[in-house]
């Protein structure tokens, strides 16, 4: 079917009988609007305002709703109400008030009328919704949704709360770190009142989920919607048409790309929007996620099926759900990437028709979108809107290409998450011509003016505007370059990190920095909730910092510098004691996580748990962050355990030198990212070998815990006694996880790269590893592998032989040759061998201050967490509002 894209920008369906001005001002407070008599009648209003559903306010309030949806919506009883109707049921109950905060929300919001701010991201991994909207809606013991008194409420109908809370299935949004910044700065932004709206996709299967068979990766969809999702307001009315393929029609005899055109689709599928409530914590502002899902536009084609092509009669539907199916498919052939770039215009189209949208309600000229509209761009994959808000602007609205790219520039900025310039996002001209026509011809104008005012300042400076170009034409076939058109489109682009922040200005930005000036560059180092990442992963810890502060409504949890004064805690043995008290309970949890994921076999030996170290590297899995310098380090201590052994030392020697430690991996690998699955193999090869070695006893045991996500993260942050932050210096543009792990009383080993550097400032170097190159030595270390001969150091050289030889894969010696060879034969790009005698040193100073020197241990663990405060997503919020999107909060009405 050919269809034209010119009506992308419609308005969503109204009833016949509803008038449209009184649908304009659906959703003013009754008090700002004028004459409202002669638009909604009075006899209406009262009739409505008589039914007005009311928040549920006490004890018996939750009860009667808990058991109302219950029997009505679950269409169950008393008599067969398990688990899983318990958490549905309690769920649709809290979700209750709060989408009555999240409709006083946007009243407010459309009344007053601000700047609004649009979060744009790929991910957004929001973990279990139930338990952080207890939490967040909790403003004391006594309030209506508070945890206390829900649990309680449920024990009194026969569930215990941590059972029900079980049920939930973590929502399958997203993958690493960049989806759970995005969840935290979405939670920081409802909690500081700051109108915003995420936007994302509803993905049906996630990525996948992680089995480990035979110590392999084995991707298998993640069911994670198999019994709905209670959290989500399925919007059939606004359904958002986006276009693909097809061709540029200029049909009035305009020859010029800059003038407006007509793009003539070639498929065209439908964005149906679901809502996710995000609540606040301690306020009732509520802000919405908005996702979207792929529908077609004829789901069933009759002809076909009653002609006996059965196959292809639901081929249209299949087509357009599969661009929702799973976050990131596989990219390593041409149907994958041109699958992934159709996901990311999906996504920015519907996105961008919903922001422009609410923004006409307005009547406000277009030259005002920039003082109405921020929209950040989480990493590159949501560039396309700067496109297609050029498209917008120009073909459809009819402006001046000039007037409509200063507006563009305007509106939005751009949030860099990589130093790496492997890592910038590309996509092949002739498939981003082929599936967005138009664009690519935008782009290019884009590029044109671009160009030419390079020029202007540096005249004749050809291989500076090769450079710049946001074509790259040097490659074997030439490609677009998102992040030089995320740069372009955007009045600030900002790193995550100061090092990264000053990195990029040097590296692989630097030439931008020449043509714009650094002014246009900006740092906003990352942060994490402490409400998700204290409170609710380590309520105990929570507890107690609360008592230590007289701070029993734990307030510090919105103004985190006020841990400061926990440092006077960190000599008092009394409160030593009951700090590791609380971070033993934990490690006990961890272990039973563990015990659950191998198959109900204990590994960890709990009678010596508190004396056992835990050091945890997880992590999505990628060579940069050296996840197999870990598992070396952990091959190293083996052997040297094992030489000790038959060199005639007893066990108790033994383990004075090397004492009991659990080495703990978590982490997903690209499904085609072969080196990545290959060090998975690897560390389940090792644990295998390790954990069966009786004459070692307990003294040291592997762990891969499959299939990590939040709420895994939520009981193995806290049990952290040391955590692996270890990336080759220059490569981490910031990692969240480090902080998360800080904020848990854990201490970092951890090179000098990302927010480590930070870290180690707000903390102290007393109080964190730091070991391996820096990475202004990066470049001349490789440069020296590249040209020169390097000899690998003794520690590592025999830890290669040992996987060489067969120790850890029996059956085939050569099975791990990829990852020695890269190492030994292909100029070790990690630096492995380069920082590997340091990490063996600094796990070795780790064990004597762990193991004898404990109190010390605890008076370390005890100041990190006292000066984490600045690492707060609220204080990045923050700097996001006063510095890239001038907004400014609506707070409720008291």
Not at 526 to 555: C, F, M, S, V, Y
């Amino acid at each position: 079917m050919t269809t034209t894209s010119n009506d992308l920008i419609t308005e969503e369906p109204r009833a016949p009988h509803v008038p449209r001005l009184t649908r304009r001002l659906t959703g003013f407070l009754p008090q700002e609007i004028k004459n409202i008599d002669t638009i909604i009648p009075l006899k209406s209003r009262n009739i409505w305002n008589k039914h007005q559903v009311k928040k549920f306010e006490d004890k018996e309030g939750f009860e009667g709703r808990f058991i109302g949806h219950v029997e009505t919506t679950l269409a169950r009883s008393l008599y067969n109400c398990d688990d899983l109707a318990a958490y549905e049921s309690t769920s649709l109950s809290v979700r209750d008030n709060l989408i009555i905060d999240w409709n006083n929300t946007q009243q407010r919001i459309t009344a007053r009328d601000p700047k609004r701010v649009y979060y744009l991201s790929l991910e957004f991994l929001m973990g279990r919704a139930l338990d952080n909207a207890l939490i967040n809606s909790q403003a004391g013991s006594d309030e209506p949704t508070s945890r206390p008194m829900v649990e309680k409420s449920l024990d009194e109908l026969g569930f215990n709360l941590e059972d029900v809370l079980k049920k939930e299935p973590d929502a399958a949004l997203g993958n690493g770190g960049l989806g759970r910044l995005a969840a935290c700065f979405i939670d920081s932004m409802a909690t500081q009142n700051i109108p915003a709206w995420g936007y994302g996709l509803r993905y049906e299967y996630g990525i996948f989920a992680q089995k480990i068979i035979d110590g392999y990766q084995v991707e298998t969809p993640d069911y994670w919607l198999n019994f709905g999702n209670p959290w989500e307001i399925e919007r059939n009315e606004i359904q958002v048409p986006v276009t693909f393929y097809g061709y540029v029609d200029r049909s009035d005899g305009e020859s010029t790309t800059l003038s407006p055109s007509d793009w003539i689709g070639g498929e065209r599928v439908l964005a149906v929007a679901y809502d996710f409530p995000v609540p606040g914590y301690k306020t009732s502002t509520v802000n919405n996620l908005r996702l979207w899902k792929a529908k077609p536009t004829t789901e069933f084609d009759f002809a076909k099926f009653n002609s006996g092509d059965y196959k292809n009669s639901v081929d249209a539907q299949q087509r357009a759900e599969s661009i929702t199916a799973c976050l990131y498919p596989n990219d390593n052939f041409n149907q994958g990437k041109e699958l992934r770039l159709k996901q990311q215009y999906f996504w920015c189209a519907a996105s961008l028709h919903d922001i422009i949208r609410r923004f006409k309600k307005t009547s406000r000229p277009w030259s005002e979108l920039p003082d109405q509209v921020a929209i950040q761009l989480n990493d590159t994959h949501p560039t396309l809107a700067v496109v297609e808000l050029q498209r917008v602007l120009v073909d459809l609205e009819k402006l001046d290409w000039h007037k409509a790219w200063s507006i563009v520039t305007a509106t939005f900025s751009y949030a860099n998450h990589t130093v790496m310039q492997e890592a910038l996002e590309k996509w092949p001209i002739g498939l981003f011509g082929h599936l967005l026509p138009r664009h690519l011809e935008i782009i290019y104008d884009i590029n044109w003016f671009f160009l030419q005012e390079v020029e202007k300042k540096f005249p004749k400076d050809f291989d500076l505007l090769s450079r710049v170009s946001i074509i790259e034409e040097c490659s074997p076939e030439r490609q677009v370059r998102m992040a030089y058109l995320a740069i372009v489109g955007s009045h600030k682009v900002n790193g995550v990190a100061e090092l990264h922040s000053e990195l990029i200005k040097k590296t692989i930005f630097k030439d931008f920095v020449k043509v714009y000036g650094s002014q246009k560059f900006t740092n906003v180092t990352n942060g994490i909730t402490p409400r998700r990442w204290l409170k609710q992963a380590n309520p105990k810890l929570a507890e107690l910092i609360g008592k230590a502060l007289n701070d029993p409504k734990q307030n510090f949890l919105l103004d985190m510098p006020k841990l400061t004064e926990l440092a006077k805690k960190a000599d008092d043995p009394e409160f030593q004691k009951a700090w590791d008290l609380v971070k033993a309970n934990n490690k006990l949890q961890l272990a039973d996580l563990i015990k659950d994921t191998n198959n109900g076999v204990d590994i960890i030996d709990r009678e010596h748990i508190k004396d056992t170290l835990f050091d945890i590297q997880v992590k999505r899995i990628h060579e940069y962050k050296r996840q197999q310098m870990n598992i070396f380090g952990v091959i190293y201590r083996y052997l040297a355990m094992k030489k000790m052994l038959k060199e005639g030392s007893t066990i108790e020697e033994v383990a004075k030198k090397y004492p009991r430690k659990a080495s703990i991996f978590g982490g997903k690998s690209a499904p085609g990212y072969y080196m990545a699955k290959l060090i998975i193999k690897l560390i389940n090869s090792v644990a295998e070998i390790v954990n069966d070695d009786a004459e070692i006893v307990d003294l040291l045991k592997v762990v891969f815990i499959p299939d990590y996500n939040v709420s895994k993260a939520e009981i193995i942050i806290p049990a952290s006694d040391l955590s692996e932050h270890i990336s080759t210096a220059g490569t981490e543009a910031s990692g969240t996880s480090n902080m998360k792990f800080v904020m848990n009383g854990g201490l970092i080993i951890g090179t000098v790269d990302g927010a480590n550097v930070e870290i180690t400032r707000e903390i102290g170097e007393d109080n964190i590893f730091l070991f391996g190159n820096l990475s202004e030595h990066v470049e001349e270390l490789r440069y020296n592998h590249q040209y020169k001969k390097t000899e690998l150091p003794p520690e590592l050289a025999q830890v290669l032989k040992s996987i060489e030889s067969g120790v850890f894969s029996p059956e085939n010696p050569n099975e791990f040759k990829p990852l020695i060879d890269s190492i030994k034969s292909h100029g070790d790009y990690y630096l492995v061998s380069d920082d590997f005698e340091s990490y063996v040193a600094t796990q070795e100073l780790v064990d004597e201050v762990y193991h004898t020197q404990k109190n010390d241990w605890i008076k370390k663990s005890i100041l990190s967490v006292a000066n984490i405060g600045f690492f707060s997503s609220d204080r990045c919020i923050e700097e996001y509002s006063e510095t890239i999107w001038n907004v400014e909060p609506v707070k409720p009405e008291t």
